[in-house]
């Protein structure tokens, strides 16, 4: 196996001080941060934060790329209110372990996904990712839809080709992220960003830039790939998102009987659960708890109260 096709941190001084800070921020930011177990897959392992209590089905929480369980932190302690939640690192990002094996394809993303919840005992779950997190949910629900009991897909980014305003978002992102907050709060405004106000970013951010990510790009998904999702699925679009127009994408899926709902969150832009973390908790928790399993129930539409 080549280095050069799997994820890597540029040393192991680099991993351990990326691991030193992480730890610190998940025990000031995230609720039972020692709450979390170690599974063996064969892309290599990976760490699960566990919140919440009782023998639900649980929610799989999925990060955006280059993303840790911190993404979440305005919605888990709502969510795990509620459910079960699993926060895994996803396998190919920074971490605290190292990647064994390659991903190459959409099919690896899921079958790293399927080996995670085998390795938990765990027989179906309802998922929730965030951006590339959301494509590999998307996956998973193609390649395994009897391990997932619903998918929420919290502004997915292959609905259309990258374009420019997403780079530049990206790029802005990292420019602003070092600078004082109140220069960081103007930026969250105005690109969107709610990232930006994430207090524990700028402590992060220099130890995750050492980290080089090797992953598949997200390729725009197809009109049969979408027509073949079998599990109860629910896009969250922002309304002022870079990657898309929101009211053009939800269109796209909302044409597709099969698809449960497609919903623009107003105001918000790429990051959705941290521009807006109330509402996003208010649809996941209503469409997990209230909507799966509803035969003709639908929830297309611009959610705007």
């Known amino acids: 196996m080549g280095?050069?096709?799997?994820?890597?941190?540029?040393s192991e001084r680099a991993r351990q001080e990326f691991i030193r800070v992480h730890d610190e921020l998940m025990d000031e930011y995230w609720p039972s941060a020692r709450d979390f177990v170690q599974v063996e897959t064969s892309f290599g392992r990976t760490r699960v934060q566990h919140?919440?209590?009782?023998?639900?089905?649980?929610?799989?929480l999925?990060?955006?790329?280059?993303?840790?369980?911190?993404?979440?932190?305005?919605?888990?302690?709502?969510?795990?209110?509620?459910?079960?939640?699993?926060?895994?690192?996803?396998?190919?990002?920074?971490?605290?372990?190292?990647?064994?094996?390659?991903v190459l394809?959409?099919?690896?993303?899921?079958?790293?996904?399927?080996e995670v919840l085998d390795a938990?005992?765990?027989?179906?779950?309802?998922?929730?990712?965030?951006?590339?997190?959301?494509?590999?949910?998307?996956?998973?629900?193609?390649h395994a839809p009897e391990r997932v009991a619903s998918a929420t897909l919290i502004d997915p980014p292959a609905l259309e080709r990258l374009?420019?305003?997403a780079i530049r978002w990206l790029l802005l992102g990292a420019v602003f992220t070092p600078m004082p907050r109140p220069i960081r709060a103007w930026a969250a405004r105005w690109?969107?960003?709610?990232t930006l106000l994430e207090d524990w970013v700028p402590r992060l951010f220099p130890k995750m830039v050492r980290y080089r990510r090797v992953l598949p790009d997200a390729v725009v998904l197809t009109d049969e790939q979408l027509a073949a999702l079998a599990v109860p699925t629910l896009f969250l679009f922002g309304e002022r998102s870079v990657l898309h127009d929101a009211a053009a994408a939800r269109a796209r899926v909302a044409a597709f009987p099969n698809i449960t709902g497609a919903v623009v969150v107003p105001g918000a832009?790429?990051?959705?659960?941290?521009?807006?973390?109330?509402?996003?908790?208010?649809?996941?928790?209503?469409?997990v708890g209230s909507r799966v399993g509803r035969p003709g129930d639908s929830t297309v539409g611009t959610h705007d109260d």
């Open 3 to 10: 280095k050069e096709r799997v994820g890597r941190f540029k």
């Open 51 to 60: 919140n919440g209590s009782g023998d639900g089905v649980p929610l799989v």
């Open 62 to 102: 999925l990060t955006g790329a280059g993303g840790t369980p911190l993404g979440f932190r305005p919605v888990i302690r709502q969510l795990s209110a509620v459910h079960p939640v699993l926060s895994l690192e996803t396998i190919g990002e920074p971490g605290h372990d190292l990647q064994d094996k390659p």
């Open 105 to 114: 394809s959409g099919a690896d993303l899921a079958t790293w996904l399927v």
């Open 120 to 142: 938990l005992g765990v027989e179906r779950a309802h998922l929730v990712g965030c951006s590339y997190g959301a494509l590999i949910s998307v996956h998973t629900a193609l």
């Open 163 to 165: 374009g420019w305003r």
């Open 191 to 194: 690109l969107p960003n709610g």
């Open 269 to 287: 832009g790429h990051v959705v659960h941290i521009d807006d973390p109330e509402r996003t908790v208010g649809l996941v928790l209503d469409f």
